[in-house]
């Protein structure tokens, strides 16, 4: 093969375009996907080499060389790049930006990719001699490894035998134990099938129904109630995968960071496998390391949030996606993929099996279901509990206008609690009151940065703006009329804690919010000290929504509804509906049955009707036959082109502009709407509006858009405001 002359190099920047560079002499062997540092401007900066050219549009006398090669081979392997380049074609999104993204931030600078191989000790087949006799600290190491089944790291045995240095290098020295490298697959299988449980008959058909199809790509939507135990049907099939196959690599996705630690005890307790953990809360080293030892075949089963959806395992499987339906699945920020739609891509660029499990599946996803392209498996029952929990509705315009918790909702708490159950009280609103209101003239305490009240939070007596963080002290007085008449609006979960205080004072309260979360190690202490009973009324926000599975909890009572049912986003009601259904699902789930309270001002609402009289499938069904009387998705495809400023006429302007652009370049069948405003106009200190784009077909649109936007960036508008990219937009940008 001859000499490869230029190369076209990605690099971490939002510009659409790669660069040219000259592959000097003495550079050989590279591919497509290895690192490079190249000179860039005045700087060096870490490049993905993206294809190979035989000339560059660059005259020869300006073209740069690669200042350094930074790998051997690729640093993802084909089908990882193949995957994120349809991935950035598909969003639209820079595939330099989209390449740099995927990898852990260690690997986007110049470091190297070699692992830490962790070793293992093991015995040698030479037989111990008659020295040992004298040295009974040798004798007792060599004895007590003999009966080890699982690996022995040097720590390990530090611990088992502190000060014991000198013995183990003498018992190393006389070849009598060594240290190898640690093995791929080190606990034997038996002692992984006897933990197994009895599958129940729901559990057992639908994991039988995915297992016949392995091998081959297909999307099993695996909707189960909550309760249901659809992580034993997981663990079936992954257990079917690794016993038949030493080398298979299983990926698992959850929407929460907070969903790992409990599902990795779950998975190292039932698999004898290593687990890799990867989520954006590890350290740069470690998660640089795992993702290594993925790209190995090392890790045999991947756990993470979304961004794991791009690591590079060489023999993937299966793909889990866990609670498919969490809006938290979707990248907020910069490379707006949704890392469900991404893994199903992957799953059929690699011809396996995907399984995406909910209780409230996606809209999206159910109407895949229903035009066939989606297998569909039930599991109707939950696997320890005999019964769904009743759902009651607790009408509060009965109750006075100040009420947080309704009459009957504080008899069953009393009833729960005195028969030693547990409580959760749900609202989805943290601080202590959602506003700060003068009664003589009625200023609202706002935040200057945002279109949005500022919400009081009691424990440091402060004002605080949920959508920029920007915190001020509480005013005494009315800054408009100088009153002291200043009075709390409505209730958010620290005024919960507080009202609870009389009525409940012998029950141990916990709050479960972003606010406590927020330090480090707080929600995985709370969470135990749940299962532990230390506490009988739980007090959270969406938090407490996300697959948590508390034994002992029998009651949930959700504060306010009325929030999402009367929102003006057309996804309000599917998220309302998922959010009462989670909740609703953490109650009742072993023998003790459950109930739960909804309070709300709008009973009669047809919609919160059918979800409760006929469940969730049949609510989606009748919002489903709306959105697609609206042509709205899954029935259509949104793209929107948002812009954000602190000048809103500089955002309106430029959006005018990129719709005429738009106009002029897209097909006819392209409906294009706005500018629109953002839901919430005004946040941090930026104006955001947007266009939306309304298209049938996506398919065939992908080269209109990307030449329109090439377009785009060429305007001067654009140099005025920030401006993205959204493709199948989950939000009114709020
Ligand atoms: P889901 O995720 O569907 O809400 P989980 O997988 O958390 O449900 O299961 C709920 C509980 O039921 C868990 O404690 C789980 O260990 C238990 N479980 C599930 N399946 C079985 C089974 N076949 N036999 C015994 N316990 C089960
Ligand atoms: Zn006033
Ligand atoms: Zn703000």
């Known amino acids: ?254 929407p929460e960071i907070g969903l790992t630690p409990q599902l990795q005890t779950r998975l190292t307790k039932r698999f004898g496998v290593n687990i890799g953990l990867l989520h954006s809360n590890i350290t740069e080293k470690q998660r640089k390391q795992t993702w290594l030892k993925i790209a190995q075949g090392e890790i045999r089963i991947i756990l993470g949030t979304r961004l794991a959806v791009f690591t590079p395992a060489i023999q993937l499987a299966l793909i889990i996606v866990d609670e498919e339906h969490d809006a938290s699945l979707k990248q907020q920020e910069g490379f707006l993929y949704h890392a469900r739609d991404v893994a199903i891509y992957r799953a059929k660029q690699l011809n396996i099996p995907i399984i995406l499990g909910s209780a409230t599946p996606s809209f999206e996803s159910l109407h895949n279901a229903s035009v066939k392209k989606f297998a569909h498996l039930h599991l109707h029952n939950r696997a320890l509990s005999n019964a769904m929990p009743s759902i009651h509705l607790a009408d509060m315009r009965i109750e006075h206008a100040s009420t947080i918790l309704s009459a009957p909702l504080r008899q069953a708490m009393k009833n729960h609690l005195a028969a030693g159950q547990q409580v959760i009280l749900f609202l989805n609103r943290r601080g202590y009151s959602p506003a700060l209101l003068c009664h003589d003239c009625g200023w609202v305490a706002d935040c200057e940065s945002c279109d949005a009240n500022m919400t009081y939070h009691r424990a440091n007596n402060k004002l605080i703006c949920h959508h920029c963080d920007s915190t001020r002290e509480r005013p005494m007085h009315c800054p408009q009329c100088h009153s002291r008449n200043l009075i709390m609006l409505g209730h958010g979960t620290q005024r919960i804690e507080e009202a609870l205080l009389d009525e409940f004072e012998n029950y141990s309260t916990v709050r479960l919010d972003r606010d406590i979360t927020r330090r480090k190690g707080m929600l995985e202490k709370i969470l135990l000290e749940i299962q532990k009973q230390k506490h009988q009324i739980i007090i959270g926000t969406q938090i407490l929504s996300k697959g ?65 009289q006929k469940g969730y499938a049949s609510f989606a069904e009748q919002a489903l036959a709306a959105r697609s009387e609206w042509k709205l998705p899954p029935y259509t495809h949104h793209i929107a082109i948002r812009a954000r400023s602190q000048k809103n006429h500089d955002v309106f302007v430029f959006l005018e502009k ?38 049938d077909q996506r398919g065939a649109c992908t080269q209109h858009i990307d030449y329109c936007l090439q377009h785009i960036d060429t305007l001067k508008e654009a140099r005025s405001v920030k401006w993205s990219v959204d493709v199948d937009p989950i939000d009114n940008f709020v």
């Open 1 to 254: 093969m001859s000499k490869k002359k230029f190369a076209q190099v990605a690099i971490d920047s939002p510009l659409r375009k790669l660069f040219d560079y000259r592959i000097p002499d003495g550079i050989n062997k590279v591919e497509v996907g290895c690192r490079v540092l190249i000179p860039f401007g005045r700087r060096k900066v870490v490049g993905i080499i993206v294809r190979f050219i035989e000339q560059s549009d660059i005259a020869s006398n300006r073209i740069k060389n690669i200042h350094t090669l930074l790998d051997d081979c690729s640093i993802f392997n084909q089908e990882t790049f193949a995957l994120i380049s349809w991935a950035a074609r598909y969003y639209h999104y820079p595939l330099g930006a989209a390449l740099f993204s995927a990898l852990p931030p260690a690997l986007r600078k110049s470091q190297d990719t070699t692992t830490d191989i962790e070793n293992v000790w093991e015995l040698t087949d030479a037989p111990a001699d008659n020295s040992l006799k004298r040295a009974p600290k040798q004798a007792k190491i060599l004895a007590w490894l003999k009966e080890q089944t699982v690996p022995v790291t040097t720590s390990t045995l530090n611990t088992q035998f502190p000060n014991s240095q000198a013995a183990i290098r003498t018992l190393e020295a006389h070849g009598l134990m060594r240290k190898v490298p640690k093995a791929i697959n080190h606990r034997n299988k038996e002692e992984a099938i006897t933990c197994e449980v009895k599958l129940t008959n729901e559990q057992r058909l639908a994991s039988e129904h995915i297992i016949e199809s392995l091998n081959r790509f297909k999307v099993q939507l695996l909707e189960g109630v909550t309760g249901s135990g659809k992580t034993e049907v997981y663990f079936k099939v992954i257990s079917h995968i690794l016993t038949h196959s030493s080398e298979a690599q299983v990926l698992i996705l959850v």
């Open 548 to 612: 948590h599975d508390f034994p002992n909890v029998s009651l949930v009572g959700i504060l306010d509804i009325d929030y999402g049912i009367h929102s003006t986003d057309f996804r309000a009601l599917e998220r309302s509906a998922q959010l009462l259904i989670q909740v609703a699902g953490r109650s009742g789930r072993r023998d003790v049955h459950g109930e739960v309270f909804i309070q709300t001002h709008t009973p009669d609402h047809p919609l919160l009707q059918t979800l409760i």
């Open 658 to 695: 990129v719709k005429s652009v738009c106009v002029k370049l897209l097909p006819q069948n392209i409906i294009i709407q706005g500018p629109i405003n953002a839901a919430m106009e005004k946040k941090a200190g930026q104006f955001r509006a947007f266009i939306l784009l309304v298209i």
